[in-house]
């Protein structure tokens, strides 16, 4: 692959993968084909700190002879270089102790259409004068208002072809784009953070995700102790994301919950399917043409994505299940693709609304260091940070001093007392803000 | 199938999953063909050693000459510094379980990058490697064109610690057999008949048993404007078998039991060979099984006195002192990634900041024997020297880089030290090199003390073997662990096993309360993967190495909230 940046077109890279196909002698098989790019742009200290690129290429082989299985992949697609790949999986497979093989269980051919994830506009700002300018930008706008910030542009754009012995033939390409930055007040007892990122760049406002870390700052500055304990919280979009999505990231595993080990798991034996989990106004689910949220629905376990609940109505209807236990179960498989909207049926209140309504309660921003203490209730501990504020009759008074937690999404999700409007929190996620009561702060952090 | 998360099976790592790293590898769907094979064809395993030992497909000449390419474009381009780091990397991973020996996995990769200063900022560019010199030179053009968009706001000076230039350097990680040429069969059926021995271990229940083994090799060349020119191949071995039984008292309790005798780090066949799998993973086997009945209690909260295994101090070690002495956090370069750290602003805290009691002295090298971060010279170039990080508890320097050091100029100067990077860097082929913790030592103290001799003296206490990955404020200070189980110590014996359990503390504090630590029969190096959200493909090996130690009144909190 050469330096200038371009995705490799369907045409070019189902040429590729047909050619592979056609070196193997296993009947059963499966190709990962693709390339990508990306370009990042870093500042600190208010001033612009490196610009970088790299470039990609990979293929993927998968096989299955006579019942032995293997895999491979390498960086090099020419014609050397898929020999060689083709010459060694088959060989690896070949002198691989198998043991009881039941194929690679490859998804059937399938057709889909991807939504809109691939942008012009992002291939435009990763070019690095126009990265260069954007952070330099930034970096203007928090030296003006007299703090320090830290920060970055990162884009990338991909793509990828899945060819299969089964039939599956399918290609997708996206693009990525975001922009966050942490301002800090020069006394050092100010911070503020934000994020912004999009398939389509032209969605990312720099400038205005700058203002917003450095007002937060500026409002956070010589924040007073309040004694932790259970409170009444307002948690932004993306805080919410912190914890939420470690329900995504346990993988949501059929086969974890059925062997007891998981927060899907019954105590008294087999899984939590059909069981009532969070509150009936709860629904977490991904849809491939999520408007706000889209991806491809080719997966990269070369099955074909629909849009499924893990959870609706509050109650555990799906859990992700791998070919290799489905076929043990005789069931279908269903593909965890670690996109996760997050959605509470209720009249969005907006934040003037939770606020006013608040008699006594905390405002966060943003968690760090969010780490699972307990798998089985998925308890998890971490810190506040960027921005946390005492609310009081009413009112937004006083920036606090940050604070140590101790919660579960799903105690969390148990406790609701209003939502906001969904919004792209990350790059894999859809979260609104919540109003939640008797979140427990379990000790103070000096941590600015 | 044995589908175990991993977390659960107690890998000793203290990586934890970076979903968007996850996802970003997954969208440009390259890297998610994640983890490293190594594999042998019909004609490499005809090959005698000697033969294979030579290397891969490519014309060690010819890769030199491209990187010198490199460097002449990028001077022609206007840049006043550059280098350039050619990678060629080969990885072979085998794995079994209890169904049975899993796919194995190849993996090749060749990849060049470049990196170049104009002014004052550094332009990177990364990408497949080719042999083509018009190629080449196009990447270092664009590595140069990047640093000449990225120039600063404010005219300053460009400052790059000088290193010694190095010429025709040459290093090579000391192993004893190629894992490249040992038949892929040769390995699952060693790997076989170790999980056979497991099975046979008397249990109520199957003992749960895997084992997995990636076996690394790179090839490196280095070549800068300022001269220098290196060649290095490391080996790098990703090993660990584990046994689980589940409690026969807590039915979602797993006790799980690592190989000790199976080492990570850079070693070649041997590690596998030498680990005695047949004997060890049975009797890690059996210690789960005993751990298995014995009854547990939810553990009571309050302030104890704990005793911490090597491993467990090694995993605090890491996150409480190795990533907060990363001087690019001290230096706010990296306050909206990694984090800041309790010890800063350097000038405030060098010299004074008691992180420790006068029994901690933690010291950093990449020079130990089969530790993970060893090697010849860092991805910029500069052969690392060894250091101390906190000398009696208290803080003396820096995990530091060559972009990072001057910083430092000022105390170093002023105690007769030289200033120089300690060559903490890795990144090669297209990664841009970064910061990364080198290996650490918690150093051992003067006399021999045993675990039970340091369990003897707590009337009120835990003696905890391994914990999970830690909750740490982003200054590294505010801390909370969870430890899957624990044995109760009261009165200076081990009583029965606890659970619910997780330690909180803040950084100085706990440290200051460590009384006693093992002696030099205690020591004990676990190789932990360091991630680096800024570096792709790289498991960022480390060695730790630990004793023992005992830290008083610490504060134990129970985790089995329910709401």
Known sequence: MNVSQSVLSAPEAERLATDLLSRLHAKEAIIFLGNGFSGKADFANNEVRNVRGRADTGVSLSVSLDGHEAAGSTNDVSTEGLDKLVDEVESLAKHHRETGSVGLLLGPAQSFKDPPIYFESTLAAMLPQAQGDLIRSAADLADTAGQIAAGGVHSTAACMFILSTAGLKGYTRSTFGEFSMTARTPSGTGSGWAWGGSEDFSNVRVNEIARRAIEVAKRSENPVAIEPGRYTVIIEPEAVDELVGQIIITGLRLQDADSGYSVFSNKGGGNKLGVKMTDERVQLLYDPMDPLLPFSPLSMSGRILQRTHWIERGILTNLACSPAYARILKREPLINPYFARLEVTTPPQSLDEMVASTKRGVWVHRFGGVTTMDPYTLLLSGITRDGTFLIENGKVTKPIKNMRFSESPFFILNKLEAAGSPVRSSLDMVCPRLKVSDFEFTGLSDAI | ?563
């Open chain 2, 1 to 563: 199938m044995g589908q175990y998360s991993q977390e659960l099976l107690g890998s000793v790592s203290v990586r934890s999953l970076n979903r968007r790293d996850f996802l970003r590898a997954t969208s440009a769907g390259i890297t998610a063909l994640a983890g490293s094979q190594f594999f042998l064809t019909d004609w490499a395993r005809s090959q005698s050693p000697e033969a294979l030992a030579k290397g891969p497909s490519f014309d060690k000449g010819q890769l030199r000459a491209l990187a010198q390419k490199a460097l002449e474009a990028a001077r022609a381009s206007g840049a006043k510094f550059a280098d350039v780091r050619i990678l060629i990397a080969t990885s072979l991973s085998v794995n079994v379980s209890d169904s049975g020996a899993l796919a194995p996995y190849l993996w090749n990769r060749a990849e060049i990058g470049v990196r170049a200063v104009v002014d004052s900022t550094f332009g990177f560019a990364g990408d497949v490697l080719e042999l083509d010199a018009d190629k080449v030179a196009l990447l270092a053009q664009t590595a140069v064109a990047r640093s000449r968009a990225g120039h600063a706001r404010k005219a300053r000076s460009f400052e790059f610690v000088p290193a010694p230039v190095v010429i025709n350097g040459s290093w090579q990680t000391p192993i004893e057999i190629d894992p490249f040429t040992v038949p892929v069969g040769e390995q699952e059926a060693l790997l076989l008949d170790g999980l056979d021995a497991v099975k046979i271990v008397k249990a109520s229940e199957p003992v749960l048993a895997s084992c997995g083994v990636a076996w690394m090799r790179h090839e490196d060349i280095f070549a800068s404007t300022e001269g220098s020119t290196i060649e290095q191949r490391t080996y790098t071995a990703m090993a660990s078998a584990v046994a689980a039984a589940r409690s026969a008292h807590d039915k979602s309790l797993l006790l799980v039991r690592q190989v000790g005798s199976l080492r990570s780090g850079g070693y070649g066949y041997e590690a596998l060979r030498q680990a005695n799998l047949k004997t060890e993973w049975r009797r890690a086997a059996e210690e789960a099984v005993r751990l298995s009945a014995q009854r547990t209690k939810s553990v009571e909260v309050g302030r104890y006195d704990l005793v911490l295994s090597a491993a467990a101090t090694a995993n605090l070690l890491v996150a409480t002192i190795g990533h907060p002495l990363e001087l690019d956090r001290a230096l706010m370069l990296s306050t909206n990634d990694k984090g800041t750290t309790y010890a800063m602003p350097p000038d405030k805290v060098l010299g004074k900041l008691q992180v420790g009691s006068p029994l901690v002295n933690v010291t950093a090298n990449r020079s130990q024997p089969g530790a993970g971060a060893t090697v010849g010279w860092d991805s910029e170039g500069v052969k690392p020297d060894n250091f101390t990080l906190l000398r009696e508890g208290i803080l003396v320097d820096y995990v530091t880089t060559r972009e990072t050091a001057p910083a430092l100029r000022g105390w170093y100067e002023a105690h007769g030290q030289q200033t120089r990077s300690h060559g903490c860097t890795i990144g090669s082929g297209a990664d841009q090199p970064a910061l990364h913790l080198p290996n650490l030592t918690l150093n051992h103290g003067a006399t021999q003390i045993s675990v039970d001799e340091l369990i003897k003296d707590v009337k009120k206490g835990f003696f905890i073997d391994n914990t999970a990955p830690p909750s740490v404020d982003q200054t590294g200070s505010n801390t909370q662990i969870p430890v899957q189980v624990a044995e109760e110590i009261v009165n200076g014996q081990r009583t029965g096993l606890s659970t619910n359990m997780a330690i909180s503390f803040t950084t100085p504090q706990f440290w200051r309360g460590a009384d006693a630590i093992g002696g030099s029969e205690s020591i004990m190096t676990q190789n932990l993967e360091i991630q680096d959200p800024q570096i792709y493909n790289d498991l960022g090996l480390i060695g730790v190495t630990t004793v023992p130690m005992r830290v008083r009144k610490v504060n134990v909190t129970n985790t089995g909230k329910k709401s």
